[in-house]
């Protein structure tokens, strides 16, 4: 479909540019008594001729097509870049300072990766053990989880529940049992309970907490300003990667980021530690 609009789109300007092209070419000599006034229609036979001679010049130029599809698809990133780029600015705050938000390694890290992921996504399960890998390996990075529940109900469940598990000083260790297991369903939220000796009355007391929903809520919004729209997503720096990730290549991120400060600076706000 998206070749098709582009593919019209172009027509239309070849068809301005030829059309200004005969007109041109028929006066030679300006006579504003004869020029056509800008908002003359084109006729049926005119656009019929018009559309006809593009169409030909096309077949025989196809490459026109190609070359222009991918300037519009660089622009368009471009834009999508510097759109990203500027919320970010504005949304400093609420990507870095949301008090709510578990933190992971170095609270104090002189780089952030901020991490938006759903438990019930299948690259999140592949990806976010290897960004615990770089944690475990860089002493001076710090992450900022990002509950985005965005594959159905038990998704919000199961983010719920790791929200509320902060409250017993869990959610590390209950974020890790969450992507080890399938579904989000009260036994087995009982069962990692148990497992991690978390008091499940009070656990089942929190999630039903609105003020829980409210930051899920936050996160979503957080997450549709930065054209965020599937999981696992990151931020490192000035920069939004989507998609799965190995420790490898996120360690380059890292340090491309360091490289550019050098000189280690807490992470702005306090949100929550983990332990």
């Given at each position: 479909?998206?070749?098709?609009?582009?593919?019209?789109?172009?027509?239309e300007?070849?068809?301005?540019?030829?059309?200004?092209?005969?007109?041109?070419?028929?006066?030679?000599?300006?006579?504003?008594?004869?020029?056509?006034?800008?908002?003359?229609?084109?006729?049926?036979?005119?656009?019929?001729?018009?559309?006809?001679?593009?169409?030909?010049?096309?077949?025989?130029?196809?490459?026109?097509?190609?070359?222009?599809?991918?300037?519009?698809?660089?622009?368009?990133?471009?834009?999508?870049?510097?759109?990203?780029?500027?919320?970010?600015?504005?949304?400093?705050?609420?990507?870095?300072?949301?008090?709510?938000?578990?933190?992971?390694?170095?609270?104090?890290?002189?780089?952030?990766?901020?991490?938006?992921?759903?438990?019930?996504?299948?690259y999140?399960?592949?990806?976010?053990?290897?960004?615990?890998?770089?944690?475990?390996?860089?002493?001076?990075?710090?992450?900022i989880?990002?509950e985005?529940?965005?594959?159905?109900?038990?998704?919000?469940?199961?983010?719920?529940?790791?929200?509320?598990?902060?409250?017993?000083?869990?959610?590390?260790?209950?974020?890790?049992?969450?992507?080890?297991?399938?579904?989000?369903?009260?036994?087995?939220?009982?069962g990692?309970?148990?497992?991690?000796?978390?008091?499940?009355?009070?656990?089942?007391?929190?999630?039903?907490?609105?003020?829980?929903?409210?930051?899920?809520?936050?996160?979503?919004?957080?997450?549709?300003?930065?054209?965020?729209?599937?999981?696992?997503?990151?931020?490192?720096?000035?920069?939004?990667v989507?998609?799965?990730i190995?420790?490898?290549?996120?360690?380059?991120?890292?340090?491309?980021?360091?490289?550019?400060?050098?000189?280690?600076?807490?992470?702005i706000?306090?949100?929550?530690?983990?332990?």
């Amino acid at each position: 479909m998206k070749y098709i609009t582009v593919n019209r789109f172009l027509l239309e300007i070849f068809a301005v540019i030829l059309l200004f092209a005969t007109f041109q070419g028929r006066a030679q000599t300006p006579d504003p008594s004869k020029t056509i006034p800008i908002t003359e229609p084109v006729t049926k036979e005119q656009r019929e001729t018009i559309e006809k001679v593009v169409r030909e010049y096309l077949l025989k130029n196809p490459e026109i097509v190609r070359d222009a599809m991918q300037e519009l698809q660089a622009r368009e990133q471009k834009e999508k870049l510097e759109r990203a780029a500027k919320s970010m600015l504005e949304l400093k705050s609420d990507i870095y300072s949301d008090p709510d938000s578990p933190v992971a390694g170095n609270p104090k890290g002189d780089v952030t990766i901020v991490v938006f992921f759903d438990y019930n996504c299948g690259y999140c399960k592949k990806s976010l053990p290897e960004l615990q890998a770089l944690i475990d390996k860089d002493p001076m990075l710090k992450v900022i989880y990002k509950e985005f529940p965005i594959l159905g109900p038990q998704s919000q469940v199961a983010a719920t529940a790791a929200l509320a598990a902060t409250r017993q000083g869990q959610y590390a260790a209950f974020n890790r049992a969450l992507f080890a297991s399938n579904g989000a369903g009260d036994a087995m939220l009982k069962g990692v309970s148990d497992r991690l000796k978390l008091n499940y009355a009070k656990l089942q007391q929190d999630m039903a907490d609105p003020k829980l929903n409210k930051e899920i809520e936050r996160n979503i919004k957080l997450a549709s300003d930065l054209n965020i729209d599937g999981t696992p997503a990151y931020i490192v720096g000035n920069q939004i990667v989507p998609g799965a990730i190995d420790m490898v290549s996120l360690a380059k991120l890292v340090e491309g980021e360091r490289a550019k400060t050098r000189n280690p600076k807490a992470a702005i706000g306090s949100p929550a530690e983990m332990k």
